[in-house]
């Protein structure tokens, strides 16, 4: 059903959108993580090398993880924020690793993006962009911009080959996880590239020790319902541990779904993680927003972000709002009737 992708004929019209044009801000989602850097890094590149633009990256959050901050200072980016951005300034603008309208990203006012190139299903506001690639089935953007960056026959550098095999290792957790034959493909092409010790360095970048206090709110809120667990990290002020914390408690014996949820500023995320490869986790996720929110994804991890209804802010209508969350989670996958029972016992 997929048509087939001819990666010349798909560089030859990016770069019929990107020809005669100087300025491009390239935008990430909010909290770019390691895919979403390395694509934005090798789109910098090509059009750098093929048009001698002078590129810009965006993102409308925090570089939060230690593990992505040290990626964004090893290859000497300087993102900056959207609302710091006057979009006129610039004649070009790509999305990357997100879409348009999606919960994740931010836009400058009124700005349709000339350029979308991702892995998530697609949207419908990206259908106006003069150019987008989105290649649902794919386990990383990182995967479809080495594609464009071998087409192109640039010589990619060391840093960014490093970068790009991080993005696919993390967004496939190792091409363990909704990788394609691409993804490991182009994996095996970039790594005799990449600088591996470098990348060591990166992943384990030292962690703040705010970072456990977390996790370890994380645990302590662990709560298992059947072969599901959730937990509620209440306020932060970051999202990044929701969706680790998703990670690691899909690693729970007996486990199939995780489901994490905490609050940043006026808006709940939610990460979803399941084991089961027809589980729909984005479907699940859509549900869980509900009307207000967004929420989507692929088959085994998806998100919601869904905003603190007004006067919702005291801690007790923040939790009735996550109790709401937590049965509609437990409906969408069959498991209304569990009983809860917290993850870890005292011993
Ligand atoms: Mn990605």
Known sequence: MAARIDPQERLRKLDLVLEGSRTLLVVMQNNPDPDAIAAAAALREIANERHGIACSLGHGGTVGRAENEALVRYLGLNPRSIASLDSERFDRVAVVDAQPGAGNISLPDGCVPDIVIDHHPIRRESRSARFTDIRSRYGATSTILYQYLDAAAIEIPTKLATALVYGIRSDTQDLGRESTRADIEAFLQLYPLANPRALGRIVSAPLPRAYFSRLRRALDSATLYG??????????????????????????????????????????????????????AGRVAHRMAG?????????????????????????????????????????????????????????
């Open 227 to 280: 072969t599901r667990v959730v937990s509620n990290l209440g306020r932060l002020d970051s999202q990044e541990m929701i969706a680790e914390a998703a990670d690691l408690l899909l690693r729970v014996e007996g486990v199939t779904w995780s489901c994490c949820i905490g609050c940043v500023g006026d808006t709940i995320h939610v990460s979803l993680r399941t084991s089961d490869r027809e589980g729909n």
């Open 291 to 347: 009307r207000r929110g967004f929420g989507g994804g692929h088959q085994t991890l998806a998100g919601a972000q869904i905003p603190l209804p007004a006067g919702a802010r005291t801690a007790d209508r923040l939790d009735r709002t996550v109790a709401t969350l937590v049965q509609r989670f437990l409906r969408a996958t069959g498991g209304a009737s569990e009983q809860p029972e917290p993850l870890c016992l005292d011993d």
